[in-house]
């Protein structure tokens, strides 16, 4: 027997299935698409990330390493300053020196120019630029002949004056009297005694 079923409605529901089915599958293939995606996109920003991270890494090692050998060349160059400075100090001290050491060697020079016949020298002291000669002479023309000679020479301030002068008899029978004297000066050499 055949049958024939007249009503359009079941017809419509058959066909909407199969078409129900493509739209699941649809569905499935879109979520699988996107899970794919995600994960592709995750892999991808993971491998940035420890790609970054290894070039930070290595960035740190080349700034340390930069650090390092910076530091060895900081520890030289304040070796060279602490040198340097020690150096000037040394050069300073010796130009200091200098001229100390030319002062004492023209105070020298212009009082043993300065020295007359018949007068010794038994003392020079030297406090500053003040001096004070000590000696013996068989004249008192000796003593101001010295003195003048002293101011003449232009190396010590005037007055020079004779501090004390003792006539005291020699230690030898029949010779004369020696004269002891003692003269202060101010050492002032003429370029300094020319400065303002």
Known sequence: MIRINLLAIERERAKRRPAGFQLAQKIT???????VATLL???????????RAARLKDDIAAAQAETARLRQVMLQVQSYEQRRAQLQQRVGLIEDLRKVQ???????????RALPDMLWLTEIKQQGSDLTISGRCLTLTALSDFVSNLEASGYFKRPVEIADSQAEPSQRAGTETVIRFSVKAQFAPPAASSAP
């Open 102 to 112: 030319s002062g004492p060697v023209r105070i020298l020079d212009q009082i043993s």
């Open 41 to 51: 996109g995750l892999g991808w920003w993971y491998w940035s990330l420890a790609d």
């Open 29 to 35: 293939v879109a979520c699988s698409l996107i899970l």
